[in-house]
């Protein structure tokens, strides 16, 4: 099943040229996607259009083979129940001032959903391995790794069909990294993650499909697998070389 399609898509900021371009991709339920180029490639930019966060400036998004249409708030409400994100830098993601348990709790109350929050804020929690006392307390006493795993229980408390993740690890260590890498691993169990970053040996870990962007086209795209072992593309080989080694498929 397909969860988001994106047929021809361009992007511009104001008044700028292009910075995506033609951008043809089908999201499907149960294939991590992972969305690889070098810095300014355009891969936070096509986050923010699989988010809903900007319109694209010619082609279609459609959500469940239907349009995405940002004015209509009930599909969107839908919509952004079932598509999360989770950043990169885990100390400017979260709101200092606000408890953990409300910075978990955010998408189901701005979304309004009808359940008792309490309870999914601690199996949130509970699924990001981090202990219930967690909630009554402020971020700035967690560490980058147990920040990041607060905002991936955000991203997860409204049971989301798709994840979004941009760079989640670049700001911590290795071990750090291998941690989240097994806890998005396990997520990914009943959710669809896509994961963006400039690291393919990152992505290739957790994702069944990859895209590689330069300067705003896709210029490879498939089954990482195949990709990994038969890079068609310059710039994918040249991705490659600079990835210190190669990880297992995922
Ligand atoms: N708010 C903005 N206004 C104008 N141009 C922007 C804006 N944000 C990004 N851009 C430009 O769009 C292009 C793509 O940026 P984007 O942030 O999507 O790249 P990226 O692949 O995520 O890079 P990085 O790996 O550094 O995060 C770049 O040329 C960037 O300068
Ligand atoms: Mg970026």
Do not use: W
Not at 64 to 83: H, Q, Y
Not at 103 to 129: C, W
């Amino acid at each position: 099943m397909s969860l988001i399609d994106l047929a021809a898509v361009s992007y511009a900021y104001a008044r700028g040229r292009n910075v995506l371009d033609g951008i043809d991709l089908r999201i499907e339920a149960g294939r991590n996607l992972g969305i690889v180029g070098e810095s300014g490639s355009g891969k936070t930019t096509i986050l923010r259009l699989l988010l809903g966060l900007a319109q694209p400036t010619s082609g279609q998004i459609s959500f469940r083979d239907e349009p995405l249409d940002l004015r209509n708030r009930r599909f969107m409400r839908g919509f952004r129940r079932s598509v999360q994100a989770v950043f990169q830098d885990p100390y400017s993601s979260l709101d200092p001032r606000q408890k953990v348990a409300d910075i978990v709790a955010e998408p189901l109350r701005s979304l309004k959903v009808d359940t008792d929050i309490e309870g999914a804020v601690a199996r949130a929690l509970a699924s990001v391995d981090l202990p219930l006392d967690t909630a009554s307390r402020y971020p700035h006493e967690f560490s980058g790794g147990q920040r990041q795993r607060i905002a991936i229980a955000r991203a997860i408390v409204s049971q989301p069909e798709l994840v979004l993740a941009d760079e989640v690890v670049s700001a911590l260590d290795l071990t750090t990294r291998i941690r989240i890498v097994d806890l998005l691993k396990t997520l990914s169990e009943n959710t669809t993650l896509v994961l963006v970053s400039h690291d393919i040996g990152f992505v290739t870990l957790l994702c069944q499909d990859l895209i590689i962007l330069e300067r705003g086209r896709i210029v490879e795209q498939g089954p990482a697998r195949d990709i990994l072992s038969a890079p068609k593309h310059p710039y994918t080989r040249r991705l490659l070389d600079s990835t210190p080694r190669l990880p297992d498929f995922a």
